[in-house]
């Protein structure tokens, strides 16, 4: 096979080592999906094959050599290669098709937004508890009392009551849950719990408490204020 | 002309061959990935109860049968009923081991669990969602954004010796269903307690009991309570005041299923005929 074949075949082979090797090596990048990388593939091989039939010349440097290793006699160890690769396609093409018939024995897939939008009457609302060293201990122990069970004595999503649960119960002390977000978005996480959410929060598997039916606002305004000290954590703002 | 595309045809068509021949190996290695994570996960715990077809009798009397071992075991970790009082926060089962079979009419399930004592109060539950909407795992709590389905559960009692088809919309909406449908045997030993539950896959009363289509994935959940009685005399669990899982699923296996034999077979049989036409046609270009 001569060399103006063998240059598209190292051009995707580079390609495909570039983008799987090094791409989720650059900072601030990830792994890249099978599909997309099949993606840029096709797009390489359209661009070397646009590439090498552009002139007369070149299409036939390009295309001589696969249609020697094609059709070709007397070409030796190549014809056995051919053979091979004639018997690989088909096979290859029966596997694909069966791996995608086949039917798949994981349950449905679940993309539950975590934190969904809350109603209206809920954004912006500030806490009405004045901030006191004395507010936050009171915060800290109705959080012993009705959150630590399931949200964990040292904030983290781990306390006794929480091995069954799933979704498993927000770890606070993890950046991305209420440091994420305002105290109002709180007071309507406590007051309505699980049941209280939208359909893309999949209300149906949240075991949180509907705390309106059993403690006052202040107490749950109180409970926020505890929240965010224990778990070293400050309320988003929008400044 | 003719000529021509002879040779950009089949020129295209090498060149997203070569790049599918490159390919080949990367959904092949993406697939064992996802299998290898289901695995690692599967020790830890499960996320669905898969009930296999067996042939001959289901063993809806006896915990204890052989049979029980072909099915795969599923384990799920339980937590007390905190979401609505009375709660309470510790409960005595921690994890509930699952096992399934159905014959293609009835379908059995075996929940095992440790318990330090037999107690007549003693009891367990199956949770499934009825119909199309989604139920809250709480019996089927009403939800504020959502409109919910009710629960169908299927409850036994060590005293009674038997199993009750309930439903409910909500704490405190619990009704006995008019057609009992569910059969519930326990058995006790060790320190474990074994309840085998058994009931046709479909009913007449689809707006009551959860329908089990072969192959399909249902909701399911399970409760257990620990009857013993504290030094007051009162129960330790009663009522709201359990051992609950959360929301997992549940399948029927369908019988075996070749289709995708059949249609890899075609695949083969097309790709095949794909390349001779090809090569005719290349051999054909060149003597002329």
Partial sequence: ?239 | MTQRLNYIVPTVAVGAWLAMELLAVQPGSAEEKSAATVQAESTLQSVSVSAPMVKGALPVDDPNAAVWSSATLARFPMSPQVHWPNRILEATVRDLNVRALHDGTNVAILLEYTDPTEDPDDAAAIQFMVGDKKAHFAHGQPMAQVEGGPVNIWFWKNKDGKALDMNAKGFGTLKVQTHQDVKAKGAYANGTWKVVFTRPLSTEHADEDTQIAQGGFVNIAFAVWDGKKDASGELKEKGSQKAVSSWWYFRAEAPPDYSGYYYALLAVGLALGFQFVLIRKLKKGQSA
């Avoid at chain 1, 099978?34 to 002139?55: D, E, N, P, Q």
């Avoid at chain 1, 010349?57 to 059709?71: G, H, L, Y």
């Fill in chain 1, 1 to 239: 096979m001569g060399g103006s074949l063998l240059k598209p075949v190292i051009l995707i082979g580079i390609v495909y080592a570039i983008l799987k090797f090094v791409v989720p090596n650059i900072p601030g990048s990830a792994p890249l999906p099978a599909s997309l990388i099949f993606l840029y593939l096709m797009l390489t091989t359209s661009g070397i094959v646009i590439f090498a039939t552009l002139s007369g010349e070149s299409k036939d440097a390009f295309w001589n050599p696969i249609q020697r290793f094609m059709t070709g006699e007397n070409i030796g160890g190549l014809q056995v290669l051919r053979y091979g690769v004639l018997l690989l396609f088909p096979l290859m093409v029966g596997w694909q098709t069966y791996s995608s018939t086949a039917t798949s024995d994981a349950p449905p897939s679940e993309n539950r937004t975590i934190h969904p939008a809350p109603p209206g009457e809920y954004t912006g609302l500030s806490n009405p508890v004045p901030k006191t060293p004395d507010t936050i201990q009171q915060g800290k122990g109705f959080y012993a009392a009705f959150c630590s069970p399931c949200h964990g004595g040292n904030f983290d999503g781990k306390g006794p009551a929480a091995r069954g649960f799933n979704p498993p119960p927000a770890n606070f002390s993890d950046p991305t849950t209420i440091a994420m977000l305002q105290e109002s978005y709180l007071f309507w996480r406590i007051k309505k719990g699980g049941v209280g959410l939208p359909i893309e929060g999949m209300p149906w598997k949240s075991a949180m408490p509907r705390w309106e039916v059993e403690l006052p606002d202040e107490w749950i305004w109180k409970i926020i204020m505890g929240e965010y000290d224990g778990a070293h954590q400050a309320p988003r703002t929008w400044e």
